[in-house]
Protein backbone atom coordinates (compact mmCIF):
# COMPACT_ATOMS: atom_id res chain seq x y z
CA UNK A 1 0.00 0.00 0.00
CA UNK A 2 1.10 3.39 -0.70
CA UNK A 3 0.38 6.13 0.93
CA UNK A 4 1.31 9.87 1.28
CA UNK A 5 3.14 12.01 3.34
CA UNK A 6 3.32 15.38 4.51
CA UNK A 7 6.75 16.67 4.39
CA UNK A 8 7.62 18.77 7.62
CA UNK A 9 9.89 21.23 6.58
CA UNK A 10 8.21 22.31 3.52
CA UNK A 11 4.44 21.64 3.88
CA UNK A 12 4.26 20.08 0.54
CA UNK A 13 2.20 17.01 0.28
CA UNK A 14 4.20 15.36 -3.14
CA UNK A 15 6.28 12.74 -1.47
CA UNK A 16 4.94 8.45 -1.81
CA UNK A 17 5.99 6.22 0.65
CA UNK A 18 5.55 2.74 1.54
CA UNK A 19 3.32 2.66 4.59
CA UNK A 20 4.23 1.88 7.68
CA UNK A 21 3.42 0.77 11.10
CA UNK A 22 2.84 3.28 13.76
CA UNK A 23 2.77 0.69 16.26
CA UNK A 24 6.49 -0.75 15.57
CA UNK A 25 8.49 1.85 15.05
CA UNK A 26 12.64 1.44 15.97
CA UNK A 27 13.15 3.31 18.92
CA UNK A 28 16.73 3.89 18.15
CA UNK A 29 17.96 4.17 14.31
CA UNK A 30 22.08 4.32 13.80
CA UNK A 31 23.35 5.39 10.79
CA UNK A 32 27.08 4.61 9.33
CA UNK A 33 26.77 7.31 6.69
CA UNK A 34 29.43 6.14 3.75
CA UNK A 35 30.00 7.18 0.07
CA UNK A 36 30.34 10.46 0.64
CA UNK A 37 33.30 10.08 -1.22
CA UNK A 38 32.04 8.31 -3.94
CA UNK A 39 29.69 10.02 -4.74
CA UNK A 40 31.58 12.99 -5.05
CA UNK A 41 33.97 11.58 -7.34
CA UNK A 42 30.67 10.13 -9.54
CA UNK A 43 30.14 13.78 -10.46
CA UNK A 44 33.67 14.93 -10.81
CA UNK A 45 34.20 16.84 -7.64
CA UNK A 46 36.74 16.31 -5.12
CA UNK A 47 35.61 14.80 -1.67
CA UNK A 48 35.02 17.76 0.57
CA UNK A 49 31.58 18.56 -2.08
CA UNK A 50 30.37 14.80 -1.15
CA UNK A 51 30.70 15.79 3.12
CA UNK A 52 29.27 19.14 2.11
CA UNK A 53 26.14 17.36 0.37
CA UNK A 54 26.39 14.33 3.27
CA UNK A 55 25.66 17.21 5.82
CA UNK A 56 22.39 17.98 4.05
CA UNK A 57 21.15 14.49 3.87
CA UNK A 58 21.92 14.83 7.86
CA UNK A 59 19.41 16.85 8.09
CA UNK A 60 16.81 15.82 5.60
CA UNK A 61 17.34 12.31 7.83
CA UNK A 62 17.06 14.16 11.06
CA UNK A 63 13.62 15.70 9.90
CA UNK A 64 12.33 12.23 8.24
CA UNK A 65 13.27 10.47 11.96
CA UNK A 66 11.51 12.85 14.18
CA UNK A 67 8.35 12.78 11.64
CA UNK A 68 8.15 9.08 12.12
CA UNK A 69 8.45 9.10 15.16
CA UNK A 70 12.04 7.84 16.14
CA UNK A 71 13.03 8.60 19.35
CA UNK A 72 16.75 8.52 18.99
CA UNK A 73 19.32 8.78 15.83
CA UNK A 74 23.01 8.43 15.94
CA UNK A 75 24.63 9.21 13.17
CA UNK A 76 28.64 7.93 12.36
CA UNK A 77 29.98 11.29 12.04
CA UNK A 78 33.73 10.06 12.07
CA UNK A 79 35.61 7.22 13.61
CA UNK A 80 39.03 7.36 15.82
CA UNK A 81 40.41 5.88 12.45
CA UNK A 82 39.36 8.46 9.81
CA UNK A 83 42.20 10.52 11.38
CA UNK A 84 44.72 8.47 9.12
CA UNK A 85 43.00 10.67 5.98
CA UNK A 86 44.68 13.65 4.31
CA UNK A 87 44.69 16.75 6.80
CA UNK A 88 42.83 18.60 4.70
CA UNK A 89 39.92 16.36 4.71
CA UNK A 90 40.05 15.82 8.27
CA UNK A 91 39.83 19.50 8.88
CA UNK A 92 37.21 19.77 6.91
CA UNK A 93 35.09 17.20 8.51
CA UNK A 94 36.09 18.77 12.02
CA UNK A 95 34.76 21.88 10.83
CA UNK A 96 31.39 20.09 9.46
CA UNK A 97 29.24 20.54 12.88
CA UNK A 98 30.25 23.43 13.61
CA UNK A 99 28.70 24.65 10.44
CA UNK A 100 25.99 22.67 10.68
CA UNK A 101 24.93 23.51 14.23
CA UNK A 102 25.21 27.40 13.18
CA UNK A 103 23.01 26.94 10.35
CA UNK A 104 20.32 24.32 11.81
CA UNK A 105 20.52 24.59 15.59
CA UNK A 106 18.03 27.02 15.79
CA UNK A 107 15.24 25.15 13.78
CA UNK A 108 16.68 22.13 16.06
CA UNK A 109 15.53 23.73 19.38
CA UNK A 110 12.41 24.72 17.47
CA UNK A 111 11.71 21.11 16.82
CA UNK A 112 12.48 20.25 20.64
CA UNK A 113 15.71 17.72 19.31
CA UNK A 114 18.40 17.06 21.64
CA UNK A 115 21.60 17.56 20.51
CA UNK A 116 24.47 14.97 21.79
CA UNK A 117 27.55 13.88 20.60
CA UNK A 118 29.47 9.99 21.89
CA UNK A 119 33.32 10.33 21.39
CA UNK A 120 36.53 10.75 22.41
CA UNK A 121 36.43 14.17 23.16
CA UNK A 122 39.99 14.47 24.04
CA UNK A 123 42.27 15.16 20.31
CA UNK A 124 38.74 17.21 18.52
CA UNK A 125 39.81 20.40 17.72
CA UNK A 126 38.21 22.68 20.39
CA UNK A 127 36.27 24.77 18.05
CA UNK A 128 34.63 20.69 17.30
CA UNK A 129 33.76 20.24 20.59
CA UNK A 130 32.82 23.65 21.88
CA UNK A 131 29.95 23.69 18.74
CA UNK A 132 29.15 20.22 20.33
CA UNK A 133 29.07 21.39 24.09
CA UNK A 134 27.14 24.64 23.07
CA UNK A 135 24.39 22.60 20.89
CA UNK A 136 24.22 19.88 23.71
CA UNK A 137 23.21 22.55 26.62
CA UNK A 138 21.21 24.40 24.82
CA UNK A 139 19.17 21.21 23.72
CA UNK A 140 19.53 19.18 27.08
CA UNK A 141 15.69 20.26 28.18
CA UNK A 142 14.52 19.73 25.04
CA UNK A 143 12.23 16.12 24.85
CA UNK A 144 12.04 15.76 21.11
CA UNK A 145 14.43 13.09 18.98
CA UNK A 146 18.02 12.52 20.24
CA UNK A 147 20.61 13.53 17.45
CA UNK A 148 23.55 11.44 18.70
CA UNK A 149 26.55 12.30 16.76
CA UNK A 150 29.40 9.81 17.22
CA UNK A 151 32.68 11.52 16.69
CA UNK A 152 35.78 10.46 16.88
CA UNK A 153 33.95 7.27 18.08
CA UNK A 154 35.75 3.65 18.14
CA UNK A 155 33.81 0.69 19.34
CA UNK A 156 37.31 -0.89 20.37
CA UNK A 157 38.04 2.02 21.91
CA UNK A 158 34.99 2.73 24.31
CA UNK A 159 35.02 -0.59 25.08
CA UNK A 160 38.83 -0.70 26.49
CA UNK A 161 38.51 2.57 28.16
CA UNK A 162 34.87 1.49 29.74
CA UNK A 163 37.22 -1.78 30.78
CA UNK A 164 40.12 0.40 32.48
CA UNK A 165 37.76 2.45 34.25
CA UNK A 166 36.17 -0.92 35.76
CA UNK A 167 39.63 -1.96 36.39
CA UNK A 168 40.57 0.98 38.69
CA UNK A 169 37.22 0.50 40.48
CA UNK A 170 38.47 -2.98 41.55
CA UNK A 171 42.03 -1.61 41.93
CA UNK A 172 40.34 0.95 44.24
CA UNK A 173 38.44 -2.19 46.04
CA UNK A 174 35.01 -0.07 45.13
CA UNK A 175 34.19 -3.06 42.77
CA UNK A 176 34.83 -6.53 42.96
CA UNK A 177 35.09 -8.71 39.50
CA UNK A 178 32.17 -10.76 40.24
CA UNK A 179 30.17 -6.99 39.96
CA UNK A 180 30.98 -6.47 36.42
CA UNK A 181 27.27 -8.14 34.66
CA UNK A 182 26.41 -6.93 30.96
CA UNK A 183 24.20 -3.85 32.63
CA UNK A 184 27.22 -2.54 34.37
CA UNK A 185 29.29 -2.86 31.08
CA UNK A 186 26.11 -1.22 29.54
CA UNK A 187 25.93 1.90 31.47
CA UNK A 188 29.79 2.34 31.31
CA UNK A 189 29.64 2.86 27.56
CA UNK A 190 29.13 5.93 25.96
CA UNK A 191 25.80 5.26 25.05
CA UNK A 192 24.77 5.05 28.92
CA UNK A 193 21.46 5.97 28.66
CA UNK A 194 20.32 4.96 25.39
CA UNK A 195 18.60 2.24 24.19
CA UNK A 196 20.08 0.25 22.19
CA UNK A 197 19.74 0.45 17.86
CA UNK A 198 16.97 -1.45 17.24
CA UNK A 199 17.81 -0.61 12.96
CA UNK A 200 21.40 -0.17 11.76
CA UNK A 201 21.57 1.27 7.94
CA UNK A 202 24.92 1.61 6.57
CA UNK A 203 24.68 3.29 2.79
CA UNK A 204 27.38 2.57 0.01
CA UNK A 205 27.06 -1.30 -0.11
CA UNK A 206 29.75 -1.72 2.03
CA UNK A 207 28.23 -4.47 4.09
CA UNK A 208 30.69 -3.92 7.59
CA UNK A 209 30.40 -2.75 10.85
CA UNK A 210 33.52 -0.93 10.85
CA UNK A 211 33.52 -0.64 14.52
CA UNK A 212 30.67 0.93 15.16
CA UNK A 213 28.61 0.33 18.28
CA UNK A 214 29.77 -3.47 18.53
CA UNK A 215 28.43 -3.91 21.76
CA UNK A 216 25.15 -2.26 20.95
CA UNK A 217 24.39 -3.55 17.96
CA UNK A 218 24.44 -7.10 19.27
CA UNK A 219 20.57 -7.92 18.51
CA UNK A 220 19.93 -4.70 16.01
CA UNK A 221 18.65 -5.56 12.68
CA UNK A 222 21.07 -4.30 9.95
CA UNK A 223 19.94 -2.83 6.32
CA UNK A 224 22.31 -2.08 3.66
CA UNK A 225 21.87 0.12 0.72
CA UNK A 226 23.75 0.79 -2.17
CA UNK A 227 22.76 4.72 -2.09
CA UNK A 228 25.71 6.77 -1.25
CA UNK A 229 25.23 9.00 1.89
CA UNK A 230 24.57 12.43 -0.02
CA UNK A 231 21.75 10.59 -1.66
CA UNK A 232 19.77 9.22 1.19
CA UNK A 233 16.47 10.46 1.25
CA UNK A 234 13.28 10.26 3.64
CA UNK A 235 12.29 7.27 1.26
CA UNK A 236 15.26 5.21 1.79
CA UNK A 237 14.86 5.23 5.78
CA UNK A 238 11.03 4.78 5.13
CA UNK A 239 12.02 1.66 2.99
CA UNK A 240 14.08 1.06 5.94
CA UNK A 241 11.85 1.08 8.43
CA UNK A 242 9.35 -0.97 6.26
CA UNK A 243 11.80 -3.68 6.29
CA UNK A 244 12.70 -3.34 10.06
CA UNK A 245 8.80 -3.88 10.45
CA UNK A 246 8.98 -7.13 8.64
CA UNK A 247 11.86 -8.53 10.31
CA UNK A 248 11.00 -11.20 13.46
CA UNK A 249 13.44 -10.11 16.11
CA UNK A 250 13.94 -13.21 18.65
CA UNK A 251 16.66 -12.16 20.38
CA UNK A 252 17.88 -15.33 20.52
CA UNK A 253 14.56 -17.24 21.63
CA UNK A 254 11.26 -18.56 19.77
CA UNK A 255 8.82 -16.61 18.21
C1 LIG B 1 32.23 8.17 5.01
O1 LIG B 1 32.25 8.38 3.62
C2 LIG B 1 31.85 9.40 5.66
C3 LIG B 1 32.59 10.06 6.59
C4 LIG B 1 33.88 9.57 7.09
C5 LIG B 1 32.15 11.36 7.12
C6 LIG B 1 30.69 11.42 7.38
C7 LIG B 1 30.31 12.82 7.61
C8 LIG B 1 29.19 13.38 7.14
C9 LIG B 1 28.17 12.63 6.38
C10 LIG B 1 28.85 14.76 7.44
C11 LIG B 1 28.56 14.87 8.89
C12 LIG B 1 27.84 16.05 9.20
C13 LIG B 1 27.79 16.58 10.43
C14 LIG B 1 26.85 17.64 10.66
C15 LIG B 1 28.67 16.14 11.53
P1 LIG B 1 33.63 8.31 2.87
O2 LIG B 1 34.21 9.66 2.84
O3 LIG B 1 34.49 7.26 3.48
O4 LIG B 1 33.16 7.89 1.45
P2 LIG B 1 33.91 6.90 0.47
O5 LIG B 1 33.96 5.56 1.14
O6 LIG B 1 33.04 6.90 -0.74
O7 LIG B 1 35.27 7.45 0.22
Sequence with gaps: MIKRVRSWWNGEQK???????????PQHVAVIMDG????????GMPRI???QNGMKAVKRTAIAADELGI???TLFAFST????RPKDEVDFLMRLPQEFLAIELDELIEKNVQVRMMGNKEHLPSHTVDALTEATRRTENNTGLVLNFALNYGSRLEITECMQALG?????????????TPELIENSLLSSGMPDPDLLIRTSGELRLSNFMLW????????????YWPEFKKEHLYEAVVEYQRRSRRY???K
Aim: proline share 4%.
Design 216 to 227: QLAYSELWFTDI
Design 15 to 25: QQTPAISKDNI
Design 252 to 254: GGL
Design 168 to 180: REIEEGKLKPGDI
Design 36 to 43: NGRWAKRI
Design 81 to 84: ENWS
Design 71 to 73: KYL
Design 49 to 51: VGH
